[in-house]
């Protein structure tokens, strides 16, 4: 990126915050290779969600990427690999949650993930707060649950509690492929 081009003037007049989102889509499509057919800067600009989310996925799953690349020793981590290296961990540490993919609809009471953590750094799940039921509400305070253990032990997290009581596999992805970046520092 080269900031020479960035403009960063306060306050900005709408012409200059377009040249900045344009610059930005140039960089999606060129060295990052993002697909960002019909997205222009203006739109950006204007706040077109659909067109914004499509860029903030895609810049979501380069990330997630990168980190899986580090993890993966400067190879490419496949999806199958992070379900079976989630797998191994949480059956070695004597569980027995299990996740069979990104869609697996068990996932939405966020056992496995819970699991998945307190194997990643044993005792930081307090097992008080993990609620049983199955139930909406409580699915949704385990995912809550889920996502704050997975940022104190420094995981990036894209995802919202509601992704994984929805079992939205792409967002889930994002989420597997942080544990899995913050248990390899861990030695796992």
């Known amino acids: 990126m080269d900031w020479k081009r960035v403009n ?4 900005m007049h709408r012409i200059k915050c377009v ?3 344009n610059y930005a ?7 990052l290779k993002f697909s960002l057919v019909g997205i222009g800067g203006v739109d950006i600009t204007d706040g077109n969600e659909t067109l914004t989310l499509g ?3 895609q810049l979501m799953r ?14 490419p981590v496949s999806e199958d690999a992070m379900i079976t290296w989630s797998n191994n961990l949480v059956k070695s540490c004597g569980k027995s949650s299990h996740m069979s993919n990104f ?20 005792g930081c799940v307090d097992k008080s707060l993990v609620l049983h039921s ?3 509400e409580d699915n949704l305070k385990n995912a ?12 990036t997290i894209f995802l919202l509690p509601e992704d994984i009581v929805e079992v939205k596999h792409k967002m889930i992805l994002t989420f597997v492929g942080s544990l899995m970046a913050v248990g390899k520092k861990e030695g796992k």
């Open 55 to 57: 860029l903030v996925w």
């Open 25 to 31: 889509v140039e960089i999606g499509k060129e060295p």
């Open 62 to 75: 380069q990330h997630v990427l990168c980190v899986l690349k580090e993890v993966g020793g400067g190879a």
């Open 103 to 122: 869609k697996d609809n068990s996932l939405k009471n966020s056992l496995f993930f819970l699991d998945l953590l307190d194997c990643i750094r044993p």
């Open 8 to 11: 960063q003037r306060e306050p």
């Open 134 to 136: 199955g139930n909406d």
């Open 19 to 21: 040249e900045n989102t």
């Open 144 to 155: 809550k649950l889920a996502i704050s253990m997975a940022r104190k032990l420094g995981a």
